[in-house]
C-alpha cells in the first residue's frame, strides 16, 4: 500500500538542498498535513569519512 516515494507517514516531494553526505527532501506528514525537511544520509559516505578521519589522527592507531 502507498506510494513509493513514502517513508512512513511521511510522503516526500522534492529535493531541496544537498550536502556533503546528505540529500534534503521536503515533505508532507500524511497525517497532519505539515511539511517538514527529511535528510536522506548516504550511510557509504560517512562511514568511509570516519575511516578517513581516524586514519589521519597523529599519535593514534585504530584496528577497525
Ligand atoms: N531543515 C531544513 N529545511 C530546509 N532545507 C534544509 C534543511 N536542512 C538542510 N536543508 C538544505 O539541504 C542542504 C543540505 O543539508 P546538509 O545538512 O546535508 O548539508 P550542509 O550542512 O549544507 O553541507 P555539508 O554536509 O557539506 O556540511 C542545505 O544546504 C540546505 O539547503
Do not use: C, H, W
Amino acid at each position: 500500500m502507498g506510494f513509493e516515494n513514502n517513508i512512513g507517514k511521511y510522503r516526500l516531494g522534492q529535493t531541496i538542498g544537498e550536502g556533503t553526505f546528505a540529500k534534503v527532501k521536503l515533505a508532507v506528514d500524511t497525517t497532519n498535513g505539515s511539511k517538514v525537511a527529511v535528510k536522506i544520509i548516504d550511510k557509504q559516505m560517512v562511514v568511509e569519512s570516519n575511516l578517513k578521519y581516524q586514519a589521519n589522527l597523529p599519535n593514534t592507531s585504530f584496528t577497525l
